[in-house]
């Protein structure tokens, strides 16, 4: 399938999908043959999540729409994902000389200074212009 389309920007390269093949779960042992390749299915992921469409609007050279969100959801409850993400991440630190994983985590909170606070505090009180009844 992936011969007899054109290509869109969101396709995976060769070098891409060597990396992301074997995170997405192949088709289980002793089923039906897949329709729609692996490969097909994640660059159709792409092109939805890169162009902000709805699964639906999905060009019609792609898988169809419904497997495509099928294996998008299914996926996504397996924490598919969440490791691709996890990968990548740890690929990107290697790349740029860090450890793949963090050593510490630094956490910050915001912590009020003053008893004091609200808009009053910071621009003045407003005073009507009517008088106080003060003399």
Known sequence: MASTRRSYPSDLSDAEWAILEPLIPAPKPGGRPAKVPRREIVSAILYVLENGIGWRAMPHDLPHW???????????????????????????????????SPRALVMGQWVKTGEKGGPGDTTGRRRSRGGSGRS
Do not use: I
């Not at 959801?73 to 490791?83: A, F, H, I, L, P």
């Open 66 to 100: 419904s497997t495509v969100y099928h294996y998008f959801r299914k996926w996504q409850k397996e924490g598919v994902w969440e490791k691709v993400a996890q990968v990548l991440a740890r690929r990107d630190r290697e790349r740029e000389g860090w450890y793949a």
